[in-house]
């Protein structure tokens, strides 16, 4: 089993964000600078150029070292590349890494719940973004800042200010270990369930701060000529600063994005700047910098509320019994994990609108799902989501937010099945059932409790709908922040190839491969 769906995707999308819009809005707070025509093609960088930008590095990482009192340890190399180099660099790693091998699995989950068409390909589709004007990266593994033979030097230092500050978090903590905390071994018992979903939010949110110091560091040095940093934005600024990031004209292929993947490439930039914004004006550089490195969150609930992580507020966390002996003899373990809060935003809003999901997220409690893969499935069929039982179980703050959750999640059965027929002589209270042509689906509802079982039978969706309920305590469950060892979840291959947008271009981003 290859861990949780959701955060495998923030993973992949780790790399990915639109420096251009945020840098229109630092610059716009900077008298007489401009982002300029982000898109106007650039001839090849001279001899003279390409000593500038190297030459740079140092000033920059200086600058970087300053702005986080991250020490520099040793100074960065730095390589000149073509944007034919880095393209055959991303399309071998992609073609190579066993992350692409468990997309696939993972594109199923997601196609079940409904937040990828069924007709949707992933591979093509992720292939086709990374491709899109790709640019540089700095790699932890070489410990080599990359820059870009095509793109003037005035044009990357700003995104070099973000790359060292990279270059300097794994100078500290060494990135490749830090940000990979997946296990990656199947779950076949209770014990190892749990240990899946404790630990599944961790790499995602730990994406989140990597991203969002480096993000901090690319405000201050865009703004460093008018003498203001990032820590004196006004509630506004820090508004226009998330509006201008999700913002996705400067790329087609992101344009025409599935709403998960456009706020999976997002949420460690956007979420991430504004959870370092908040640690930096409550507990100052130390704090927002070396402190959370060394004591990162766990969850995209300490993200999205970055004061439930300064106060410890405890994550909501539920419990997961062992229903191997109810499905084992017919299914085998496929995937599990969190569905957290932001995951709940991303499917409120898909289904619901932006209005519904910004105000339902927040009453979100806790959440995990469970897949299984028919035994007796063909290979072909085990290429669908038909081969596929999904078991999800959530708990809200109040019955009102869990019914509204539970009719959002309703609206989709139609669109994802065919021969949908409503079994209303087969119905107990809080409960709707219907038959489809992937089998059985139970939506079940009680108090602030929302269940849902798809593909595995009415007894059977029961049996697994009471085990689960019985299982949970009566009070949320502390994330454990010491020893990590997260499911791998979803965002793993977004982390292995992950892009960053330079103005008006994509960039590699090496520094999260995951190899």
Known sequence: ??????????????????????????????????????NKPHAPMTKDQAKELFRSVD???????????????????????????????????????????????????????GLLDRDFRLRPFLLSLLTEQIAGFYDNKTKTVNLLDWIEPDDQKPVLAHELTHALQDQKINLTKWSDVSLEDVSRNVGDDNRHIRMDEANTAREAVAEGQAMAVFVDYSLKASGR???????????????????????????????????????????????????????GKEAAFAGVLANPPASS????????????????MLQMPDIHPLIDAQYEPYDLGVMGELDVRIFAELFGGREMAEGLTSDWSGGIY???????????????????????????KNPDSASTFLRIYGTQIARKYSKVVRR???????????????????????????????????????KLRDSIADAQGQGPI?????????????SRLMGAYGMRKLPGRYTSEGHFAHE
């Open 424 to 462: 209303d002589k087969d119905e107990k209270d809080g409960e709707q059932i219907y038959s489809t042509n992937e089998g059985d689906v139970l939506l079940s509802l009680s108090g602030n409790s929302v269940f849902v079982s798809e593909g595995f039978d009415l007894e059977l969706a029961r």
């Open 478 to 490: 502390r994330m454990a922040q010491g020893t990590h060892e997260p499911a791998l979840s979803l």
């Open 370 to 396: 469970y897949a299984a893969q028919r035994k007796a499935a063909t290979q072909e069929e085990k290429q669908t989501t038909a081969s596929i039982g999904l078991l999800y179980y959530s708990k809200w």
């Open 229 to 283: 940093t990032l820590a004196d934005a006004t509630p506004e600024m820090m508004a226009k600063l998330k509006d201008m990031t999700a913002d996705t004209n400067g790329s087609p292929i992101l344009a025409r994005a599935p709403l998960l993947l456009q706020e999976s490439l997002l949420f460690p930039y956007s979420d991430g700047l504004s959870f370092e914004h908040a640690v930096l004006t409550k507990g």
């Open 59 to 113: 000033e920059i990482l200086g600058f970087v070292s300053t702005d986080t009192k991250l020490p520099i340890e040793h100074s960065v190399k730095r390589k000149l590349i073509s944007r034919n180099e880095i393209s055959k660099y991303l399309t071998k790693k992609f073609d190579e890494d066993e992350s692409t091998r468990r997309m696939e699995r993972s594109e199923l989950v997601l196609k079940k719940f």
């Open 1 to 38: 089993m290859d861990g949780g769906k959701f955060g495998w995707v923030r993973r992949w999308a780790a790399g990915t964000v639109l420096l251009a819009s945020c840098s229109a809005v630092a610059l716009a707070q900077v008298p007489g600078q401009g982002a300029g025509d982000d």
């Open 301 to 316: 609930f300490e993200i999205m509320q970055p004061e439930a992580y300064l106060t410890h507020v405890p994550v909501p």
